[in-house]
């Protein structure tokens, strides 16, 4: 029997192996650490006996497939756990995820995050005992009688709905059997001690708003202590980040569940952020000659019934009303609706490209569980446009749409970002508009305009509109994972949906090619980022208050209001603090706003005519004549210095 390993090299046997004996004849240290085999591709337990020949990876939890492995079986240790502390607790799922596990629990009582603690030290006692983890299948009737009889009602819906011809798996590890696929590690104890239950959260049994909702318990998993504090640590920084957390504390934005769950409402401070996003992105498409539009929020259904919205992204839509014998919908998107625009007057090629802007409302139906804040609501602003161009204008227009997102990139200091060239699926092509040869004409344009601007970029398959290919441009923020800021997708395929056309120069009619592209994505979502990225240290050119006047005492409040009137009048954000606190209250209160500049004033620099400047970087920056101050800023403004 030949055994050919991940490096290439072959091992032979006269005798069939169980996978951890072969990680034992390779080396003791690769047995103490293997958590995970993978045979001829498939992930299988350490203790899987190999009878023939095969390709056989053993992976370590540095491997992110034993990884997944080790976290898994954590997920069994806290169900064994809880189900030792609350015997009437019914389980359902408990899969490991990308940055640990969770397992979700219907609890005859509720539980908090103090009860935690609680549970992890039950886990404690269960990764002493090192017990091991026996695999078995039993027959579909026999694993429902097993369920019925220990009364795990989810698990009996599970099996039920597993294939008639499936293998019905266990793992028993003492006095605890569970449902599952595997694989998971030897014995409890190779879990180890670097593990940590975080937070509970509600479930929907199987996502669903009409089941029950069950309480899930999120926990993560390492092979050492170092790597769970070095994570734990991560997620203190990514509370201090929240851009939820610090919208509430800097007067930002708010939700509130009477308006609605995904519906931010901007409060002033807020909306001043956001208008100057909005003003910032209009000014720099006039000058690329974009004409900016405005459109309802909702559309007949047949307008998406042409668009094939309808029937590929019906799901992600709110439901639709009926008003006066017509339907209508709350759009998702503004494609729809600018392609009547382009069809209200004909074009010729002299007129073309048309770039047609809009800073459009729109409206998705997100399941809550997905919503955050302003990053993702179910209410939200896009930076929309969409060029129509001919065929020949493709790659100059694209090329000044990359322009354009990385000029903007500049201005706003973002840096980590890469480039993804989003296909279709050849495999799965329900969800896409039927037409090979337009995807392939689309996909193998975008790639070679991609390459002639020489951009670095990777392909993956699957991430296309339903319509066509796009470049993805994905930010990495401060913490969590990447998301795409900036898109711009090729588009032939709504243009003809919508019949509209063109006169080329030999006066022959031709349907145009539209380019969908957005450079601040969402206006909610390119903020969450800022927010989150400078921790509400908003740059002095997008900050909502870039200035607080702090007069020492009453005395000087008639100073402090001319000090105020003139950076008024010279465009400045600014406060003038009127309260009869003490200064030093009133210093600490503006640096907790994260306010760019604070300015005191006293008799000294009243007398002076100065100003004495503190900075929310710098500190105390000593006493500066106001013009100075004021030039200063306004030059900072100018240069939107990061």
Partial sequence: MKITL??????????????????KDISEGLARMACLAQINGENKDLRTLIDRDAALSLYTAKDPEGLAALRHTASHVMAQAIKHLYPDAKLAIGPSIAEGFYYDIDFAQPISVDDLPKIEDEMKKIVKQDIPLERYELPREEAIAWAKSVEEPYKVELITDLPEDAAISFYKQGDFTDLCAGPHLMS???????????????????????????????????????????????????????????????????????????????????????????????????????????????????????????????????????????????????????????????????????????????????????????????????????????????????????????????????????????????????????DDEMWNTAENALREVLNELKLDYTEEIGEAAFYGPKLDVNVKPAVGAEYTLSTCQLDFCLPARFNLTYIDKDNVERTPVVLHRAILGSLDRFMAYLIEETMGNFPTWLAPVQVKVLPISDKYMDYAEKVNAALENAGIRV????????????????????????????????????????????????????????????????????
């Avoid at 509970?200 to 050492?224: D, H």
């Avoid at 013009?627 to 100018?638: C, N, P, T, Y």
């Fill in 575 to 642: 406060e003038l603090d009127r309260r009869g606190e003490k200064i030093g209250y009133k210093i600490r209160e503006a640096q907790s706003q994260k306010i760019p500049y604070m300015l005191v004033v006293g008799q000294k620099e009243e007398e002076d005519g100065t100003v004495a400047v503190r900075s929310r970087a710098g500190g105390d920056l000593g006493a500066q004549p106001l013009a100075e101050f004021l030039a200063k800023v306004q030059e900072e403004i100018r240069m939107k210095a990061h």
């Fill in 6 to 23: 991940k490096d290439g090299s072959v091992r032979e046997y006269d005798h069939p192996m169980r996978a951890i004996d072969i990680a």
């Fill in 188 to 434: 409890t104890g190779k879990v180890g001690k670097a593990y940590k239950l975080l937070n509970l959260a509600g479930a929907y049994w199987r996502g669903s708003e009409k089941n029950k909702m069950l309480t899930r318990i999120y926990a993560t998993a390492f092979a050492k202590k170092e790597e769970l504090e070095e994570y734990i640590q991560k997620l203190e920084e990514a509370k201090k980040r929240d851009h939820r957390k610090l919208g509430r504390e800097l007067g930002l934005f708010m939700t509130d569940e009477l308006v609605g769950k995904g519906m931010p409402m901007f409060l002033p401070k807020g909306y001043t952020v956001w208008r100057i996003l909005e003003n910032y992105i209009r000014d720099k498409e006039i000058a690329q000659g974009y004409l900016h539009v405005l459109t309802p929020c909702i559309g007949t259904v047949n307008l998406y019934k042409t668009s094939g919205h309808w029937e590929h992204y019906q799901k992600n839509m709110f439901p639709a009303m009926e008003v006066e014998d017509e339907v209508y919908v709350l759009r998702p998107m503004n494609c729809p609706h600018h392609m009547r625009i382009y069809a209200n007057q004909p074009h010729s090629y002299r007129n073309l490209p048309v770039r047609i802007g809009e800073i459009a409302h729109d409206f998705r139906y997100e399941a809550s569980g997905t919503l955050k804040g302003i990053e993702r609501g179910r209410h939200f602003c896009q930076n929309d446009a969409h060029l129509f161009v001919t065929p020949d204008q493709i790659k100059e227009e694209f090329s000044k749409v990359v322009d354009l997102i990385f000029d903007t990139y500049k201005d706003f200091g973002i840096t980590d970002y890469r480039c993804v060239l989003s296909l279709r699926d050849p495999a799965d092509t329900e969800k896409y508009h039927h």
